[in-house]
């Protein structure tokens, strides 16, 4: 079987409704990160998340390179951000004028996010032009605000239904 273009692929992908994060990472002084769609919850018990990540980027890089990320869940008002941390224009600038602090794993977490999960890297699989990164969470934290979603291409808003 031939399987499905890419155009298809694509058309059908923007159809589904997810968050948005910005996953972060260090190795020694160097710190990265880029926004990635792609993460889920995958065990409870040890808890464990999974991101996909494109084997070009910088931060898949870094993350393999330093055994660690973060997962910084992105609130509404974090647009902006997430358009930061995907721009290739300014890759090398991304943490400027970006608020966070250093989690156990070493990995930046970043201030006003929904949530975030400092995760040391238990294991790699390769998927195509990505790698699946499985971190098991080492610390956390959480508030009660709104969440950015991305949908069809474009960011999207859940108005009103966080009290
Ligand atoms: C909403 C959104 C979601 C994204 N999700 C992912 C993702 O899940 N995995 C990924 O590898 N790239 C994803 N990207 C693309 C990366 O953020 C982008 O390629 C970034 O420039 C990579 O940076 P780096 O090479 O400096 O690490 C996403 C971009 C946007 C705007």
Same mark, same amino acid.
């Given at each position: 079987?031939?399987?499905?273009?890419?155009?298809?692929?694509?058309?059908?992908?923007?159809?589904?409704?997810?968050?948005?994060?910005?996953?972060?990472?260090?190795?020694?002084?160097?710190?990265?990160?880029?926004?990635?769609?792609?993460?889920?919850?995958?065990?409870?018990?040890?808890? @464990?998340?999974?991101?996909?990540? =494109?084997?070009?980027?910088?931060?898949?890089? $870094? +993350?393999?390179? /330093?055994?660690?990320? *973060?997962?910084?869940?992105?609130?509404?008002?974090?647009?902006?951000?997430?358009?930061?941390?995907?721009?290739?224009?300014?890759?090398?600038?991304?943490?400027?004028?970006?608020?966070?602090?250093?989690?156990?794993?070493?990995?930046?977490?970043?201030?006003?996010?929904?949530?975030? @999960?400092?995760?040391?890297?238990? =294991?790699?699989?390769?998927?195509?032009?990505? $790698? +699946?990164?499985? /971190?098991?969470?080492? *610390?956390?934290?959480?508030?009660?605000?709104?969440?950015?979603?991305?949908?069809?291409?474009?960011?999207?808003?859940?108005?009103?239904?966080?009290?």
């Amino acid at each position: 079987m031939a399987g499905i273009d890419g155009e298809e692929f694509r058309e059908c992908l923007a159809r589904w409704a997810s968050g948005v994060t910005v996953v972060t990472s260090r190795a020694g002084e160097d710190i990265h990160g880029m926004t990635v769609s792609d993460f889920s919850g995958t065990s409870l018990d040890p808890p @464990l998340v999974t991101i996909c990540c =494109a084997r070009e980027s910088m931060t898949t890089e $870094l +993350i393999g390179r /330093g055994g660690c990320f *973060a997962v910084n869940i992105l609130a509404a008002d974090q647009e902006d951000l997430s358009n930061q941390f995907a721009s290739k224009k300014h890759e090398m600038e991304r943490f400027v004028g970006v608020e966070f602090d250093q989690a156990e794993t070493g990995a930046p977490m970043i201030a006003g996010c929904l949530a975030n @999960l400092d995760c040391e890297l238990v =294991a790699t699989h390769e998927a195509g032009d990505h $790698l +699946i990164y499985v /971190g098991r969470i080492m *610390a956390s934290r959480w508030h009660n605000r709104e969440p950015l979603i991305y949908w069809g291409g474009g960011y999207r808003r859940l108005k009103g239904l966080v009290p």
